[in-house]
């Protein structure tokens, strides 16, 4: 009985961590952590913004973006953002009828 204990141990061991690392990338959206900063920073990264540091995000949506200026117009001296995606009335983006690329908006950096 010993023996089969050893033996299992490492494997239940394996299959609980694979499982948690699953769910973890499951849950994990590589974009809130932008929304998150930009609609509610930590203390530490208000101090920051008030200290001169902008934070540059990239790729929201129009709706986001205007979204957070509205809530947070006293902090836009912070904030830039760059490939701006556009969208419709729905909130979806908008595609180039030709190439089916997502539009985003064009922001003078060439």
């Known amino acids: 009985m ?5 033996i299992l141990f490492p ?9 948690n690392c699953q ?3 499951a849950e994990f959206d ?8 930009l ?3 930590s203390e530490s990264e208000a101090q920051a913004e008030s200290a001169g540091q902008v934070m540059i995000y ?4 129009d709706k986001q973006i205007s979204s ?15 490939s701006v995606i ?11 009828p030709l190439t089916g690329e997502i539009l985003i908006e064009q922001d003078g950096c060439d």
């Open 86 to 96: 556009i969208t419709d009335s729905a909130g979806l983006p908008k595609q180039d």
């Open 68 to 82: 957070a200026l509205d809530q947070h117009f006293n902090r836009i001296e912070a904030m830039m953002f760059t």
């Open 23 to 25: 769910a973890v990338s």
């Open 58 to 61: 990239d790729g929201l949506t």
């Open 2 to 6: 010993k023996a089969r204990c050893i």
């Open 11 to 19: 494997i239940v061991i394996s299959l609980v961590i694979i499982s």
């Open 39 to 41: 609609m509610s920073p």
């Open 30 to 37: 590589p974009d809130d952590w932008q929304m998150r900063r």
